[in-house]
C-alpha cells in the first residue's frame, strides 16, 4: 500500500457544479481537512456535496461564509471511495476559496 499526501484548491469561480476532487480508480482517499477562506466584504453561501455513484449527497447545503473569515469544515476525516468526488457551487463566483489536505491510499 503507497500512502500519498496531495493538498488541492480551487477559487472557486462560478455558480454551476464544480468537482473539486474526483478519487482515482483504485484509491481511496481520505480528507483530513477542508478550509473554505471568504476574502470578500459580503458573506456567500456555497453546497459542498459527496458524488458517491453519480448521485450528488449534500454534506453542507446553502453553508453560509462570513466576509472575511475562513472555516474548517471536517471535525473527522472523510472517506471518499474509488471514483467518487467532491463538489463545490457557489452562489457567487470569485469570493470563495477551497484548500483540502487528502491522503490517497492505493
Known amino acids: 500500500m503507497a500512502n500519498v499526501y ?3 484548491v480551487d477559487d472557486v469561480s462560478t455558480t454551476v457544479d464544480r468537482t473539486l476532487y474526483t478519487t482515482p480508480l ?20 456555497m453546497t459542498i456535496s459527496i458524488r458517491v455513484s ?5 454534506m453542507f447545503f446553502g453553508k453560509t461564509f462570513s466576509a472575511g473569515t475562513t472555516t474548517q469544515l471536517l ?23 477551497v484548500v483540502a489536505s487528502v491522503l490517497e491510499v492505493t
Open 6 to 8: 496531495k493538498t488541492v
Open 26 to 45: 483504485g484509491t481511496t482517499a481520505i480528507f483530513n481537512s477542508i478550509l473554505v477562506c471568504n476574502d470578500n466584504a459580503a458573506d456567500d453561501d
Open 54 to 58: 453519480n448521485t450528488p449527497h449534500p
Open 75 to 97: 471535525t473527522a476525516p472523510l472517506v471518499v471511495e474509488s471514483g467518487d468526488a467532491i463538489i463545490l457551487n457557489a452562489q457567487n463566483g470569485g469570493r470563495l476559496h
